[in-house]
């Protein structure tokens, strides 16, 4: 079967999901009739890296509505593709932007969307197995039309360089309708660099409602400093607000993958800890040996946060001899 | 200015997910039920909105008759009035969805006007589609900007902005438009006392669209198998901080 790949470029590649698509994409198709599809200027430049990664053909669009991130224009380039080459499948990650194109893509060819699947199997119809409730839960289900327009979730499968050739190039320029020209990136504000960010963190000190008050995060930052690390916080923290939104961890909030997190006065909601599994191990410090969190995590410490943390700082302290 | 914002009744999980007998629903006897958070912001937002602009501002959802309860929370946060469009209790994909509120919006807007503004949220908390607001905005032919964090309204249109790696990505567009958001875009307020009685006697409209085919059709649900161990307990108070460190440093953070 023939798959086009959607692929989200980088300032100086290709983002490791689509990667990851691009391995699930080639699997399913079973065979190397692997095509994708990258917008904009020097796409044509991605070829040997695509080529390793199983694609035979790349397609650039080009055309000056590509300078910024637009849409419902590529959304339209993935639609002349699907015209003009007739695949059975098209993908794209499972990220923001992956989600948001096939979406458009469905609307305009009025067909199914399956978005963030970590499984398929091909068929009439074909079946998926895809996340709900941000991975916590999954669904079988059947994907009705051609050609299936699916998403891949992140991290279910690696990227998978192969033995192939040079992927060759097909430029062409997509057909834009003025709506389509509409919406698009006028400006990027720079967020201003403060300390370690929570999703690139490999220590997350996170609280939860047992913190008690903003002022019970203090702790936490201490912390969090001591091991370079970054603090987060759960939803019940946010809706109280002792701490910004940009501070959550979990389904509604940011994913995190670090070396370590230390969950603090936190029960261990699904919806967090949809947030949080990516975390290589956790520490859970609770009063309640029963919490839900307990099943989650590695290592446990049963008490109040507000001697533990402070402890623990003190601990390293010492061993430190500062 | 006429403001719009759709959302969906989600239970509210809590520790474990535990699924009915034949697999097709999550078992929600014990359960409450909620607002996805994306879709408060949108209530939040469009509330602020006609505050600050004067206009009319409506909720509406499609889902079971019991959703009633989530256009009355709506309201009691700020909304006017309510759309109960009845899925008549089955859950319907992401494209019968996206029919039946169109529907519902051409009907309301020939009605009482053009809603300047609709708000969805980016995704909803169960089914995760990830489709319904841009399926709405392509039926009707409107801009949408997915993934909101920020919104201003300027002139006769609303700045956007999307968070992104590094920064945030700003859009324009005029009215009327579509925009689905993302919880963070404010902090929604708590409901006072008399707003939730008043709440109780504000209108809501109730059709019964026919259920499409379903082309994303569920077969059945399943629950991911967990790390399925308990914790390793390292100690209890403040005793324990020793161990702790010992695993900091094995696990070479500190
Ligand atoms: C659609 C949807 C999306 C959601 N998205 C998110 C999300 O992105 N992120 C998120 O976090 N939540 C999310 N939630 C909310 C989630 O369901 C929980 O309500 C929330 O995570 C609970 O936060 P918590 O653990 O801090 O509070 P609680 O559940 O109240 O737990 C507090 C914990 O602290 C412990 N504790 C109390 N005092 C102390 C103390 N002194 N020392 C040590 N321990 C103490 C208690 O034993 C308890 O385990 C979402 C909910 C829904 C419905």
Redesign the interface.
Known sequence: MRALVVIERLADGVDELSLQALAFGRGLAGGPDVHALAVGEGGADLAPLLGAHGVSEVHVAEHEAFVS?A?PAVARAVVDLVERLSPGLVLAAGS?RG??VL??A???V???????CVDATTGD?L?V?????????????????APALL?VAPHVVAAAPVDGAEATVDTFTPTLSP?EL??????????EAAGVSLSDA??VVSGGRGTGSAEGFAVLEELAE??R?AVGCS?AV??A?WRP??D?VG???TKIAP??YIACGI?????HMAGCKGA?????INVD?E??????????????LR??V???S???RK?RGT | MRVLVCVKRVPMTGGRIVLTEDAQEIDTAHLGFTISPHEECGIEEAARLIEAHGGESVVLTLGAAEAEEQLRDAMALGIDRALHLDSEGSEWDGQATAEAITNAIRAEEAASGTFDLVFFGNESADAGGFQVGIRVAHALGRPCVTGLKGIAVEGSGVRCEQEVPGGRDVYRIPFPAIVTVKEGLNLPHYPSVPAKLRAQRQPVDTATPARQEQRLRKLRLVVPESRGKRAEVLGEGPAAAERVVEVLREIGVA
Request: charged share 20%; net charge negative; proline share 5%.
């Open positions: 991130y849409p923001d989600n948001e979406a458009r469905a609307a305009m009025e067909l199914p969307f399956a978005a963030n119809p079946r197995t895809r996340q709900r409730w941000g991975g916590s839960l999954l669904e079988e289900a059947e994907l009705a039309g998403t709506d509409a919406v698009r990136v006028v400006e990027h504000v720079r967020a490999n220590v001591l091991l690390g939803r946010t809706m607000g939104h940009t959550q389904q509604t909030g070396d370590i029960s261990g909601a699904t919806q290589k191990k956790i520490l859970a040996p919490a839900s969190i307990m099943a989650s995590a590695d290592y446990a410490v049963i008490g109040d001697e533990v402070p402890a623990v003190a601990e390293i061993a």
